[in-house]
């Protein structure tokens, strides 16, 4: 069974730091790009980041460029979202992804809570 476990989060003031991580389990075959995406009540899910299987190519949205950092483990079953300089609106469920077979994005891990305080 394919999995994504999600690790980290909390709650933090404006301007702090966290660090989330992930860890997929359950493929031996493939390579795969993972990534984040994040959810507020009453909104879509949106993108926060990918990376590439051999961790050497990140994307960014917009809004958390140069503030959050995506980097893979030598394992390359682990990612680590580094968040600096949170701001309110970062707040979030964060949910890790990994890219399946078809292309598409799925094993959705079951989601962690960030929190930024103003």
């Known amino acids: 069974q394919v999995q994504s476990v999600e690790s980290g989060g909390g709650s933090v003031q404006a301007g702090g730091s966290l660090r989330l991580s992930c860890t997929a389990s359950?493929?031996?075959?493939?390579?795969?790009?993972m990534g984040w995406y994040r959810q507020t009540p009453g909104k879509e899910r949106e993108f926060v980041a990918a990376?590439?299987?051999?961790?050497?190519?990140?994307n960014y949205a917009d809004s958390v460029r140069g503030r959050f950092t995506l980097s893979r483990d030598s394992t390359k079953t682990t990612v680590h979202l580094m968040m600096n300089n949170l701001k309110p609106e970062d707040t979030g469920t964060y949910y890790c992804?990994?890219?399946?077979?078809?292309?598409?994005?799925?094993?959705w891990g079951q989601g962690t809570q960030v929190t930024v305080s103003s």
């Open positions: 992804a990994q890219e399946t077979p078809a292309g598409t994005w799925g094993f």
């Open positions: 359950g493929r031996t075959s493939d390579t795969y790009v």
């Open positions: 990376i590439s299987w051999s961790g050497e190519q990140a």
